[in-house]
């Protein structure tokens, strides 16, 4: 820009948060002597109205043509500022933020230092300011359609909510059926069934034509940017066709048996099989990880409705918004963790889900090896809250309530059984409080522990539990017919898959990291893309429909207008220092560079709707050809410089 820089700074006291430390009037007092800088004020909340109103006619009447703002992280009001200047008339990334509050308020308490600490800051972004250059944003044209991966309770709820206002979804589910873990989790409370919310939403699926269910479906490739997406699936085949009428001769006749995965290894299923009453898609399928190809299947079947040389398919869809609801997997115990698969009396809560089930392997009867158990123990937290070395360190959120719901169906069918609750906190939040409180008055007893967790004991004579009791502080060991452990969440095994294709990145728990934890949940770091349910950590199945329903509407906000505005702060090429050498083609997670022949040269090209502007291309460009709009070389220098520069030099 070759106009002369014009720079205004504003400081804001934020209330006491930046005040109460640093003395702004000083600041202001200083920030007003740096070079170029025409005006500087100070104020009580800059963000509010009459702190707009000042900043808007300062521009106007002083003919300001930079403008620093001394305040909070960008974060929570960057945007608020841009538009200010917008309003007034200046490109709004003639904007820079210097963080005062964060970054030096909230964390210091000596007024001085602080203060000086301040002037820095605002020192730095003023150098910068002079530099800064209007940036001009492009728009797209979106696909008025959505993608959804995973067809559990939260993809069901998002699919549901943009198809009923109007938009078309594509819903890529990886198994055979829809519902997710919500399916066959026996009773989500007491008196509902999984099943039964599941079910509710089968129908206004099942009844809706804009939505359009890919069963048995990956994502393999992803293309394009937030507005315009192009994915292509694998779809595998069922081999049954619609002639079915689901005899069932097929089953019979099929010679392969697996333990059944729907009902976590309880009960056994054949190569040809229907997943469970109910279940949504209907029919058989054949399961191609097991099936021999025989034909068995194919000779008992006397409507034709089997085809084994079915082979899959690969299509392409293209959409405006991706939503990624992949779900976790529930924790699997490793042998011999509390006993885990020494004894069939030790079984995982998502077990015991599937015994308390009406559709269950035992028809709704908690049967463990033969009989119904006249002692049971629930242990808490495993998976959880690393009481083992294999287990993660974040709580799972759901077992404490579910683990109590069970204990209460336990005893309302069999108040005989006994019940032992061997935990270290119970995390029942919210409403779920009062299962806590039911199972006091139905006499389960509960045990605490704190430290050492508590040994079970696989012997001849039977199984027993040892703990030491937090309140008696001695140790007891309680002969069991059954232990319950209350398994947690953990992240989907395969999510690898899905972030090599859609590029989500995963947080330190390895479930999707959001944008923000706090000011931009269910969206992901890359636009048009967001995550919804229980594959960005722990939630019960009211959250992750919640979920659902808020990642649908941030679809809806960013395709329903018809048009997209592209990232405005990102690369570019300049084309004479570019030798083409294609590093930056490397560096670039979001492929959104090219090599392209100009005249004879080799230069690499920005795609400017794919790049989001992360910056690393230009930090890895050994000629400095590559710059980032917004933070270029020449600001970043001078803001380092300001560093060192000591005051009135
Ligand atoms: C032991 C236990 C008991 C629980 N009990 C309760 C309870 O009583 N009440 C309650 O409210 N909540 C309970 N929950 C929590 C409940 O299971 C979850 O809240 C709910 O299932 C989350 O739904 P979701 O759609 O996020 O994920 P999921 O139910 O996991 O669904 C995700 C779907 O995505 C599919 N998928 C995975 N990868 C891909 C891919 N790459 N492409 C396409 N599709 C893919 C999966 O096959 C699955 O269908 C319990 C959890 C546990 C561990
Ligand atoms: S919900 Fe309860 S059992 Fe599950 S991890 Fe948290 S405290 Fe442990």
């Not at 106007?60 to 403008?67: A, F, G, P, T, V």
């Not at 699919?159 to 399916?183: H, N, Q």
């Not at 019960?540 to 941030?554: F, L, P």
Request: hydrophobic share 35%; proline share 5%.
């Amino acid at each position: 820009m070759s106009e002369k820089p014009r720079i205004g700074i504003y400081i804001c006291h934020c209330g006491l948060n930046i005040a109460g430390t640093v003395d702004v009037e000083e600041l202001a007092r200083y920030a007003a002597s740096l070079p170029d800088v025409i005006v500087a004020r100070d104020y009580v909340f800059m963000c509010s109205e009459p702190g707009q109103n000042l900043i808007k006619e300062d521009i106007k009447e002083k003919e300001l043509n930079r403008i620093v703002i001394a305040a909070c992280s960008p974060s929570m009001h960057e945007q608020t500022f841009r538009s200010v200047l917008e309003s007034a008339g200046l490109n709004k990334y003639l904007l820079e933020m210097a963080n005062i509050r964060e970054h030096c308020s909230w964390i210091h308490s000596d007024r001085r230092k602080a203060t000086e600490k301040a002037k820095e800051i605002v020192r730095m972004a003023a150098s910068k300011a002079r530099y800064l250059e209007p940036i001009e944003e492009k728009t797209f044209p979106t696909t008025r359609n959505v993608m959804i991966l995973g067809g559990g309770v939260a993809g069901m709820r998002a699919a549901i909510e943009l198809a009923e206002y109007g938009f078309e979804v594509y819903l890529v589910e990886r198994k055979p059926i829809l519902g997710g873990k919500s399916a066959v989790i026996g009773y989500i409370s007491p008196g509902i069934r999984g099943k039964e919310i599941v079910q509710k939403m089968f129908e206004r699926i099942r009844g809706n034509p804009r939505i359009h269910v890919f069963t048995q479906a990956e994502l393999i490739e992803l293309k394009g940017f937030a507005g315009n997406f192009t994915g292509k699936l694998r779809i595998h085949p069922k081999h049954v066709n619609e002639r079915c009428n689901e005899c069932g001769e097929c089953e019979d006749a099929c010679p392969i048996e697996i333990s059944n995965e729907y009902d976590f290894s309880l009960s056994r299923r054949k190569a040809i099989y229907k997943p469970f009453p109910g279940s949504y898609p209907e029919g058989y399928i054949i399961d191609d990880r097991v099936c021999v190809k025989c034909g068995e299947c194919v000779r008992a079947c006397r409507r034709k409705a089997i085809d084994l040389d079915g082979e899959e398919k690969l299509i392409e869809i293209k959409f405006g918004a991706l939503i990624i609801a992949v779900g976790y997997d529930p924790y699997r115990p490793s042998k011999g963790e509390f006993g885990y698969g020494l004894s069939d009396s030790v079984l995982t809560l998502f077990q015991l889900e599937r015994l308390l089930d009406e559709d269950g392997p035992t028809r709704g009867e908690p049967i463990v090896r033969g009989k119904i158990p006249e002692t049971i123990a629930f242990v808490q937290c495993v998976g959880s809250r690393s009481t083992t070395p294999s287990s993660r360190p974040y709580c799972s959120r759901m077992c404490c309530t579910s683990a109590l719901t069970n204990a209460i169906r336990l005893k309302e069918k069999h108040p005989e059984i006994e019940i032992f609750f061997i935990y270290r906190d119970i995390m029942t939040y919210g409403s779920d409080e009062g299962l806590y409180e039911e199972a006091g008055k139905r006499m389960i007893k509960f045990i605490k522990y704190e430290g050492e967790p508590p040994q079970v004991q696989i012997t001849p004579e039977g199984v027993f539990i040892e703990v030491t009791d937090y309140l008696l502080q001695e140790s007891i060991r309680i002969p069991v017919d059954a232990v319950i452990l209350s398994t947690g969440m953990i992240p989907p095994r395969d999510l690898g898959d899905v972030i090599a294709v859609t590029r989500a990145t995963c947080g330190e728990e390895g479930f999707l990291r959001e944008a923000h934890i706090k000011l931009a949940p269910v969206e992901s770091p890359t636009r048009g893309i967001y995550i919804a349910g229980s594959v960005s950590g722990p939630k019960n199945i009211r959250e992750s429909i919640i979920s659902g329903s808020a990642a649908a509407a941030k679809a809806m906000a960013l395709i329903s207008r018809g048009e997209v505005v592209a990232e405005p702060m990102i690369a570019k090429v300049d084309e004479e220092r570019c030798s083409g050498c294609g590093i930056c083609i490397s560096a670039c997670p979001y492929n959104a560079i090219s090599i392209e022949e100009k005249e004879g040269d080799r230069l690499a090209r920005v795609e400017d709707a794919l790049c989001m502007g992360c910056g690393t291309c230009a930090s890895a460009c050994p000629s400095g050809a590559m710059q980032q709009l917004g933070f270029k070389d020449i600001q970043i220098r001078a803001q380092i410089s300001a560093l060192s520069e000591v005051e009135g030099k």
